[in-house]
């Protein structure tokens, strides 16, 4: 799950969770614990070759896009803890850094992903971190069920006309939360 695990564990049932103490090996959707699935997860979410957002989307879009992720910058002291904030910044540069660069569905993503709310759990590992972390210090086997393909792939094929409208409704807003 791709929630912070402190939003999910505590609800986990007692009996999920000697299942997975007694578990000797534990497999997850992808293996978020290699460096390479990370690399490999990362780069496929970029343009090929030199292309750029420019290329493909609208100069307003992107201009809107830029503004809203600046906007996010602005609000983040507001939003996190002073000994948290050194890390959310840290956390927020290196989802965004390279936005110019991805391909219109993983910024819509990207774009959705850095909310209040999210930013706040982005030093808190997802559920299939967590458990892979606590699997690996507990000795488990572990390993992935899935390819980074697996789950590129799909998202790649998706036309970036059908992503462009997607940031234009209801359910993206280009405005920093005042939550």
């Known amino acids: 799950m791709h929630v912070a695990y402190n939003h999910v564990w505590p609800q986990v049932a007692p009996a999920v969770k000697r299942s997975f103490q007694a578990a000797q090996a534990v497999f997850f959707e992808l293996d978020l614990t290699d460096p390479a699935t990370l690399a490999e997860l990362s780069a496929c979410q970029l343009l090929p070759g030199n292309e750029s957002l420019a290329d493909r989307l609208p100069s307003e879009l992107i201009g809107r896009v830029d503004r809203h992720l600046a906007g996010v910058a602005a609000r983040l002291a ?56 606590q699997a690996r210090r507990l000795g488990k086997v572990t390993g992935p069920v899935e390819l980074v393909k697996d789950q590129c792939e ?12 997607s940031f234009l409704s209801d359910g993206t807003r280009f405005r920093v939360e005042a939550e």
């Not at 904030?85 to 840290?90: C, G, H, S, T, V």
């Open 78 to 133: 507001e939003w996190t803890r002073p000994e948290r904030r050194q890390l959310a910044e840290y956390l927020l540069d290196s989802a965004t850094s390279a936005w110019r660069r991805k391909r219109p569905i993983w910024l819509l993503l990207l774009v959705k992903s850095v909310t209040r709310g999210q930013l706040a759990d982005r030093a808190v590992p997802v559920l299939d971190l967590y458990l892979a972390q």
């Open 154 to 165: 799909p998202l790649n094929r998706i036309d970036d006309g059908q992503v462009s409208p």
